[in-house]
């Protein structure tokens, strides 16, 4: 894939590439200011990633977040390895859309108003589609935006051959993508660091357990022991309590007797007072009855006061004696039977009420009974207490055996890492960077006459490290060349090359972006440096962009970089020359 296309709808400076080399240079025309960083040069990298869908955060994006850009739609279009032309647009304001069509020719102009074969469909989708029309036929297992930057290389990305600036997550984000790239299985390297990273997860859980269950695997017989002991202990005091079961439900028999004969006690006793009066009363009944009334006593009471007791009068007094004492003589018989009844039946009554007493009396003492209760009490704290020491163990166990567990899958997960670092190192006798590593010696030999290597070793922890360093070509000695930032450009630039040159014949990248990468070379390595560039584009159909200040242009051959070359010329004099066409 080559970039031919990158314009805007406005306030943008419309930019076709050429085919092999390309050149970005900015021109200091200001005497007052010499500020060539806010011109572009740099941004275009930007432009071209977000063609190439990388993700913004418009609220966080320092250049996509400033409001000049509302309204504002990007347009790339891009030759595709299969000889067909895609264009891509996408817009600042909704950079989640994305339109794609592809044609058989490119574009005459930079035509914005186009009938889309895709249009607006999601960013994921959009991902999805876009390598799907590039179509690669290398490092399959990755999508094509891991490979994009190396290929898009601005100042940042120039302090490590390898690692990118925008590599920031762990070692599994970018160093199975470079053995890949390095021709090896990188799949290697991702087992290993995700095995290692089950193993840490695993060493936490452990530890998680030593400190907050104080689990120690050595207590395990010895815990075994004391479970076999509580449990016999808790089966003991479980008979007991069986034993007192019964105990307890004839208490609330009991209670429920006494209760019962309470209530009869007191209906009883409320009869026994009822009878107790009927008797007193009776007998004041018999004691008030007069039967004992003579006549002679009646007739000296007249005779006493003088007056005539007449015969008439006298038999009607005899006639109401003898009616009184019928009566009496009738309603004492009928009292004395009452009366027998009612002492009878006091006496029953009383019978019934000491018996009742007496079972009240000796049930009493059953419920009362303090020392089998606190019994009975004492063996259900035993009998709680027990469980929660069986069950505390019981965990305590389980979290021994589950440390046990943790630290046999430890074992085996260490083992899957020393067979992957065993392969790895077999991996590393295959060399299978060797010509990867040939084409970046013979790059920077022409550049700089020196050798340089590309190596790959294991280290203490059993993770390849990648190196890239200058030679002594007399004995191979590292020199201090690598040490200096304006010589790592070079490494990494190399190393760029290389990859493309070395997988030129296969459906991959064409191009590469590499932003101000002659600044503080000498004049004679800018030329053998650009002379070079130029011819392997040539010999590998590369595209290759050079950003670069008028001033790093070589004074002796100022015509080093043709006109027909430069593919956009920025200055300082006015908006007019920056790339947005504004100052920001």
């Not at 019962?260 to 007072?273: G, M, P, S, V």
């Not at 260490?414 to 040939?438: F, G, P, Y």
Request: charged share 35%.
């Amino acid at each position: 894939m080559k970039i031919v296309k990158v314009y805007s709808n406005k306030n943008f400076k419309n930019i076709e590439f050429k085919e092999n080399f390309n050149a970005i240079i900015a021109f200091i025309q200001s005497k007052e200011k010499k500020d060539t960083h806010n011109l572009g040069k740099t941004s275009l990298i930007r432009v071209i990633d977000f063609l190439l869908l990388a993700s913004i955060d418009k609220n966080k994006d320092k250049l996509f977040g400033n409001d000049i850009f509302i309204g504002q739609s990007f347009f790339g279009e891009f030759k595709l390895n299969s000889g067909k032309y895609l264009v891509i647009k996408r817009s600042v304001d909704t950079p989640t859309k994305i339109s794609f069509k592809t044609n058989t020719t490119k574009l005459e102009n930079f035509q914005t108003n186009l009938i889309w074969d895709i249009e607006d469909i999601s960013f994921k989708k959009a991902k999805e589609q876009l390598d799907e029309y590039l179509s690669f036929n290398i490092l399959n297992n990755w999508s094509y935006r891991k490979s994009i930057t190396y290929y898009l290389r601005s100042q940042q990305d120039y302090l490590d051959v390898f690692k990118l600036n925008k590599f920031k997550g762990k070692h599994k984000d970018w160093k199975p993508f470079v053995f890949d790239l390095l021709g090896f299985n990188g799949e290697l390297i991702k087992e290993k660091l995700e095995t290692e990273e089950i193993v840490d997860e695993l060493k936490k859980k452990l530890n998680t357990l030593e400190i907050e269950a104080q689990v120690d695997s050595k207590e395990k017989d010895r815990l075994e022991g004391l479970l076999e002991i509580k449990t016999n202990e808790l089966e003991e005091v479980e008979k007991l309590i069986n034993k007192f079961n019964f105990y307890k439900s004839d208490l609330e028999l009991n209670k429920n007797i006494v209760e019962n004969i309470d209530l009869k006690l007191q209906a009883l006793n409320t009869d026994r007072y009822r009878i107790t009066f009927e008797i007193d009363k009776i007998d004041k009944s018999l004691a008030d009855v007069l039967d004992d009334i003579e006549m002679e006593n009646i007739e000296e009471l007249f005779s006493e006061v003088n007056l005539f007791f007449p015969d008439q009068l006298k038999k009607k007094y005899n006639d109401l004696i003898d009616f009184q004492k019928s009566l009496t003589i009738e309603r004492k018989q009928f009292l004395k039977e009452n009366i027998s009844d009612l002492k009878q039946e006091f006496t029953q009554i009383n019978k019934i009420i000491n018996e009742l007493e007496i079972e009240k009396s000796s049930l009493l003492s059953v419920l009362t009974e303090k020392d089998s209760y606190q019994k009975f009490k004492e063996y259900h704290k035993n009998l709680t207490e027990t469980e929660v020491e069986i069950e505390r163990i019981k965990d305590k166990l389980k979290a021994i055996d589950n440390s046990l567990i943790i630290e046999k899958e430890i074992e085996t997960n260490k083992d899957i890492v020393d067979i992957k670092i065993n392969e790895l190192k077999s991996a590393l006798k295959d060399r299978k960077h060797a010509t990867i590593n040939r084409i970046f010696n013979s790059i920077i030999k022409e550049i700089l006459n020196t050798n340089a290597l590309i190596s790959l070793n294991i280290n203490r922890q059993g993770n390849v490290e990648y190196n890239a360093d200058y030679q002594n070509p007399s004995d191979l000695i590292k020199t201090s060349e690598a040490q200096g930032t304006t010589y790592k450009k070079l490494l990494c630039v190399a190393f760029d090359l290389s990859t493309l040159i070395n997988y030129s014949e296969k459906s991959f990248y064409k191009f590469v972006y590499h932003d101000g990468v002659l600044e503080g070379l000498d004049d004679r390595i800018k030329v053998r440096y650009i002379n070079l560039v130029k011819t392997l584009c040539k010999k590998y159909n590369l595209q290759y962009i050079l950003t670069l200040i008028d001033s790093d242009i070589p004074k002796d051959t100022p015509d080093i970089i043709s006109e027909n070359e430069i593919c956009l010329k920025l200055n300082d004099e006015d908006n007019r020359g920056k790339l947005f066409l504004n100052s920001f």
